[in-house]
């Protein structure tokens, strides 16, 4: 079987929806499944490597790269830059590798804008409370940053009329077979089959 | 949770390829998923049940539903007549079941022209040889008959990249899970989640 082309995907969720967790789980079950990782403005949290969770640059080294056009999407997200190399990207896809953009609403309707064909998810929290629950149990931020971070979760959540899927974390591993599901199916379209399968097609026509 | 409409999927294979079966295995396992069962003029074979199978009718009686525009779809195939009826769809959909339709090329064409939400999936055998011998196998046929039978396929078979999907059913159980695969992410698309999850949008947008 020759191997398809990789799909991407675009996943978005109002902070405390357990995205990540939900992207980490899937990579370490699937090798042939990545997480794009952006370029940032923004400092290392304590654990973070550069290359592995962001590229981490200075705002003059961002801004250089969008001016080289770089960037397949970027966005100023308070005061630092969030960006995604197109180049990483397409060399993924081109490995039969499935990319997943972890990027929110603004990104995607950039990215929406340059790829016709790109799935993208939108990941809920069950629940109001749940979130205001998730994000109160990091148990780092003040009261203040995190009403902050509810009203930031509101507006992203507002978005999610403009994604393919939507997916609810309420039960992990169920959310989690979900956005497995989602991906396994894209695998099935023609577009891929039909070159996975190219020598099977020739022998049933010829 | 509220229930959200069915979703329609056209199924189509040549013949020989195992669609009865893999659709048999979907139904048996799920009870929220429904096949079409089509009217047609031919005569029943041993073991066909009128209203299970087919709706047996005679040709002025499918002449008199074309006239009254009861079809969904409806093809000549040799001398006799098949069709959907529109009206026992539209209900299944309606009460949240997702409906299979078992046409061919030629009914999935008539279809998509009248109804935009509809996923399209053909189904392949593993190799022409394979083909053959599972035509073979049933023994009823003559050479000829058989030949018929494989030019036949081919000709369905030559329609595969109209479809959205192609699964390829080489082992039973790998193609029974893809097409479960297609179908339940289908049931996570934006359209139909926004309708399961409205009470859950409306408690974080509020």
Redesign the interface.
Known sequence: MAHSRGNLFILSA?SGAGKSSLINALLTKYNDMKVSVSHTTRSPRPGEENGVHYHFVTVDEFKALIAKDDFFEWAQVFDNYYGTSKQAIEEQLAAGIDVFLDIDWQGAQQVRKLVADVETI?I?????AE?ESRLNSRGQDSAEVIAGRMAQ??SE??H??E??????NDDFATALK?IE??V???R???QS??IR?QD??V????
């Open positions: 109002p939108f809920l929290p069950p629940s109001k979130l979760a509101q959540t507002s999610y009329n994604y393919d899927y939507v997916v609810v979900e599901t989602i396994l199916a894209k099935l379209s023609l089959q039909a399968h099977l097609l022998d049933l026509l010829r």
